[in-house]
């Protein structure tokens, strides 16, 4: 049987360890979502470079100020297609890696719980007499604190789908937008 204070360096350890791992994937999670990013928008660039380039030569080889504003408005809902798909991409990643952040986040929360209270249960075996009120009172305190943190876990969920929500929606607005506009 180990003692008290031994119990509590042994979780305060394997404390420090968790915490280490979440860390460590946490940091892997944002370099992903970072690297996702970056992707994208030299994807991006690279075709805006190449569909500039184009544009540029048919404007160029324009006969007169009538065709060149023609093959100017033809390019705005292509463009505005475009952007309106790079968005929805960007946002597809980063609620990708929010996501992930609150996967890992929540498993480790949920573990280091998992431990806090089979350490406390361990401890009040081990209480000494007359001790009973404050154990009882620290596991009440435990319980509210984790009655707490789920629901704020679940007010954190629905205000990110709300958000979510509302950039589709902005983003289906200002597709029916464009395509609604006329083409000049």
Not at 7 to 35: D, R
Not at 96 to 117: L, Y
Request: charged share 20%; proline share 3%; glycine share 4%.
């Amino acid at each position: 049987m180990f003692s008290i204070p031994e119990q509590f360096s042994n979780a305060t350890k394997a404390n420090f360890e968790s915490q280490f791992a979440l860390f460590s994937s946490l940091t892997n999670k944002a370099f992903e979502g970072v690297e996702k990013f970056v992707d994208l928008n030299l994807t991006a660039a690279k075709a805006s470079l190449e569909e500039t380039s184009s544009t540029a030569k048919q404007l160029l080889s324009a006969k007169d100020p009538q065709e060149f504003f023609a093959l100017s408005a033809a390019q705005v809902q292509p463009a505005a297609e475009k952007s309106i798909a790079y968005g929805r991409h960007l946002a597809s990643i980063a609620t990708g890696t929010t996501a992930e952040f609150s996967k890992a986040a929540e498993a480790q929360i949920t573990e280091t719980n998992r431990k806090v209270i089979s350490l406390v249960d361990e401890v009040s075996k081990n209480a000494p007499a007359g001790t009973e009120n404050a154990v009882a009172l620290f596991k009440s305190a435990l319980g509210s604190a984790n009655a707490g943190y789920e629901q704020f876990s679940k007010s954190a969920k629905q205000a990110a789908e709300t958000l979510e929500a509302n950039v589709n929606a902005a983003v289906n607005q200002f597709t029916a937008a464009v395509k609604a506009a006329p083409a000049k």
